[in-house]
Nanobody
Framework: VQLVESGGGLVQAGGSRTLYCTES????????MGWFRQAPGKEREFVAY???????TVYADAVKGRFTVARGNSNTVSLQMNMLKPEDTATYYC?????????????????WGQGTQVTVSS
């Protein structure tokens, strides 16, 4: 499994950005996916979860109502980020979960991408 994130960059506060996570060698199959982020000097934190079929999503309180996770084709998951704030600045990672059920903790995910940087200017 090779996960690759894209779409990061510099955006002004209040703006929008869409991140993509693509599995470069296989499709994502019946695997749930998650997005996490890590700001400098802070621990990696949960952002969003989506079930294998897209029927179930979970969001961190900090992004609820502003971010939307979705499944695209068989090997892509996106994270639409609206009303961005400076505190959203972080490296964003997608992760693949092998197990069943919603998961909000990083250790519950088996495969990770290298991350994509999102910087929100005030």
């Amino acid at each position: 499994v090779q996960l690759v994130e894209s779409g990061g960059g510099l955006v002004q506060a209040g703006g929008s950005r869409t991140l993509y996570c693509t599995e470069s060698e296989h499709n994502l199959g019946r695997n749930a996916m998650g997005w996490f982020r890590q700001a400098p000097g802070k621990e990696r934190e949960f952002v969003a979860y989506i079930s294998w079929n897209g029927d179930s999503t979970v969001y961190a309180d900090a992004v609820k109502g502003r971010f939307t996770v979705a499944r695209g084709n068989s090997n892509t998951v996106s994270l639409q980020m609206n009303m961005l704030k400076p505190e959203d600045t972080a490296t964003y990672y997608c992760a693949l979960r092998v197990g069943m059920g919603a998961a909000l903790n990083a250790h519950e995910y088996s495969y990770w991408g290298q991350g994509t940087q999102v910087t929100v200017s005030s």
